[in-house]
């Protein structure tokens, strides 16, 4: 299995709060992605990276940012969370083929 | 963009028997791949399959296997000899080609099939 945790794994939030999802991989894989995850919707992109710094939107990234300051881990942050963002986020590494980890079940009351 | 389609929401098998997975997808690219995730009830997701839509051979991975159709954009998963172990839900996948640039490493998710395995 591709080393990829993610942290915490869970959390219950309140709305208007931040919040902050770490990926980490031992792989020194380039390419890191955080999905989300919705009954009907399958796994959706929010961002990615492609690089230290470099990172990039996916489809459904408002109200998300992300940062990348060292190869190994790869954030996620909610500025400011909504019911909306009650979800499931998986981290993924790869290129020509993605590797996930074991996911973060966000609960924004 | 990209649109991939499970169109069905939920399946059901007997234990040894075999089940087929049905895919579409949409895209204008010539290269691109193809994929099949399973997400047991620990929500993990698995790699089961993959296929590059340049070969024409249809991939196999022991029990698994694909019934890849280019010129329909059809993309179905085939599990031989089931096993309670294989209940799940499934996911297809897409993406780009190299010609992606930075971005060709984005998935495409359909939106899952769930696999019941009887007993």
């Known amino acids: 299995d591709a080393g990829i945790t993610q942290s915490p794994r869970h959390k219950v939030t309140e709305t208007g709060t931040p919040v902050t999802l770490r990926c980490h991989q031992t792989?020194?894989?380039?390419?890191m992605y955080w999905y989300r995850q919705d009954p009907g919707h399958g796994l959706r992109l929010i961002h990615y990276s492609y690089g230290v710094k470099d990172t990039d939107k996916g489809e459904v990234s408002d109200g998300y940012s992300v940062s990348r300051s060292k190869t190994e881990d790869f954030l996620l942050t909610l500025e400011s969370a909504t019911s909306s963002q009650t979800s499931v986020y998986f981290c993924?590494?790869?290129?020509?083929?993605?590797?996930f980890g074991p996911g973060t079940r966000l609960l924004v009351l | 963009a990209q649109t991939v389609t499970q169109s069905q929401p939920e399946m059901s098998v007997q234990e040894a028997e075999t089940v087929t997975l049905s895919c579409t997808y949409d895209?204008?690219?010539?290269?691109?791949?193809l994929f099949w995730y399973k997400q047991p009830p620990s929500r993990q997701m698995i790699l089961v399959i993959r296929q590059e839509a340049y070969k024409q051979q249809n991939a196999t991975e022991n029990r698994f296997s694909v019934n890849f159709q280019k010129a329909a954009k059809s993309f179905s998963l085939k599990i031989s000899d089931s096993q309670l172990g294989d209940a799940a839900m499934y996911f297809c996948?897409?993406?780009?080609?190299?010609?992606?640039?930075?971005?060709?490493?984005?998935?495409?998710f359909g939106q899952g099939t769930i696999l019941t395995v009887h007993p």
């Open positions: 993924a590494i790869g290129r020509e083929t993605q590797y």
């Open positions: 895209t204008s690219e010539s290269d691109y791949y």
């Open positions: 792989e020194n894989h380039r390419y």
């Open positions: 996948a897409y993406r780009r080609g190299a010609a992606g640039g930075t971005s060709y490493g984005k998935l495409t």
